[in-house]
């Protein structure tokens, strides 16, 4: 039975003693000790946060890479393409131009040649003709040495008008 | 495989060291008991004592002296040594104090009669007038001294140790001690009372939690005082959570207890059922908390006690080989039973106090 009644004489030292101990705990050790955890989860939360924002900004960072590596890529494809549209171009004007400057030159060349052609058939013309004329002259001269060739010769050209 | 047989020749030596020492120091107060009853060995043990009893020798009482403060009216305070009653225990070594002679019957101090001895009814109880007031530091108050000193020094040396390295990661004592901290805040108080209102109440819930703990595991210790298991004492923490659940209670804490949602109106003021029903329950929640720590405490120390003395009541060393492991075994029980208790204590206050500042919300 004494077990379970109270004695005021402990109850009163107990009061006394665990007052004091929340009061000095409270003051000296579980406002600083709280506050410390409290500071550090604090720091923790704002590491992660902050973690968190790195990452974020990383990725935002990688995508903006892999946006501009894409576009870039783009541009080169398409620039390769229009050089090689330039280029072909080119080569198709510069075959065209060098077509075309050859047969103009393969055409100048045949009316030189005619021309000089020509030329040089009048020329041979008129060689031909001086010659024939020297040789006429020259067998003239020989077959009219004589008279009686001369009169040969008479002969001949009245027989021919004679005849026509 | 050196270092495995080593080591478990170690941890097999730890423990045949921990049964002797138990066995010793178990054994130690037992032999008190010899003269009388086994029963009132083991309550002996239990009930607070005006000395520190420590060890017979010879059938000779060891023991520390410690103060008896006694107040009675008219004539003020008498102050003495409890070795003043030379391990009297049966109201026959009178002490003069002041204008005043006492007796110490069954760890219980009377005011001697005109004859200087005790009067005594026919159940054999003295009929003797008691002190006023006993103010004495017994047992148990010596206890709770030691019990507040190692916990203040352990806590403000943390807390040194806080202010010296701030947010730095634990160490130490520190780190042992954190994460039980952060038990009592994150899974006591914060689920019960809130996030806002919570801060208010952990000085007290901190103190409590490990006041208990420490006094509980104090009290396992051959020879300490069942601190704990003495109602007195619970019967202060109880209190003090009484007194800071109604005092913190709000307007809606109030109205569910007078008015209580939910209820038929003739329920509450025809027939006043529920307002009485949630006013005891105002008183039987703390005293449920009182009950409960007590009883386990002073459970547990009646099994071990009682394990232990089996040795003694069959009068054979036989009995040892059972009951010392046994008792062991019944040790490290108490051991979680010192957490769980005051884990248990300071979760249903934090509950109680949760609910007196609990915002009304929708039913």
Known sequence: MELIIPEAGLIIWQ???FVLVVFILGKFAWKPILAALKARENSIEQALQSAEQARQEMEKLQANNE???????EERDQMLKDAAGIANQIKEEARDEASKITEKMIEDARSTIETEKKAALSEIKNQV???????????????????????????????????? | ???????????????????????????TPVQAAEEGSESSFVMHHIKDSYDWHLIDINHHPVSV???????????????????????????????????????????KIYLANADGDLTF??????????????????????????????????????????????????????????????????????????????????????????????ANLLGLFPGAANLTGNIAVTFTFAFITFLITNFSGNKHYWNHIFNTPGVPWWLKFGIPIMPIV???????????????????????????????GLIFIFKSAVIGV??????????????????????????????????????????
């Open chain 2, 65 to 107: 002296p410690l103060p008896v403060i006694l107040y009675n009216k008219g004539t003020g305070f008498d102050v003495f040594m409890s070795s003043a009653f030379h391990h009297d225990n049966a109201g026959k070594v009178p002490v003069e104090a002041g204008k005043n002679t006492y007796l110490k019957y069954h760890e």
């Open chain 2, 278 to 308: 949630e006013f005891i329950g105002i008183f039987t929640k703390p005293f449920s908390l009182m009950v409960r720590l007590f009883a386990n405490i002073t459970a547990g120390h009646i099994i071990i006690l009682s394990i232990i």
């Open chain 2, 121 to 214: 009814d026919d159940a054999g109880h003295p009929t003797n007038a008691r002190p006023m007031l006993d103010l004495s530091i017994t047992k148990n108050v010596f206890f709770s001294i030691i019990t507040a000193i190692i916990v203040l020094w352990v806590f403000l040396s943390v807390a040194s140790k806080y202010k010296k390295y701030g947010v730095a990661a634990p160490s130490g004592v520190q780190s042992l001690l954190e994460p039980v901290i952060l038990f009592v805040r994150d899974d006591i108080a914060i689920p019960n009372i809130g996030k806002q209102k919570h801060e208010r109440f952990m000085p007290y819930l901190l103190s409590v939690f490990f006041f208990i703990w420490f």
């Open chain 1, 67 to 73: 946006k501009l590596i894409r576009e870039a890529k």
């Open chain 1, 15 to 17: 009061v006394i003693i």
């Open chain 2, 1 to 27: 495989m050196t270092n495995i047989s080593l080591g478990f020749g170690r941890i097999a030596f730890k423990f045949g060291t921990l049964i002797a020492f138990l066995a010793i120091l178990a054994g």
């Open chain 1, 129 to 164: 003709a001086e010659l024939s004329l020297q040789i006429s002259e020259k067998l003239l001269r020989k077959n009219l040495e004589d008279d009686k060739s001369q009169k040969a010769l008479i002969d001949e050209y009245v027989k021919e008008v004679k005849l026509n």
């Open chain 2, 322 to 363: 059972v009951s010392v492991p046994f008792a062991a075994a019944m040790t490290f029980l108490e051991l979680l039973v010192a957490f769980i208790q005051a884990y248990v204590f300071t979760l249903l206050s934090a509950i109680y106090i949760g609910g007196a500042v609990e915002e009304a919300h929708d039913h």
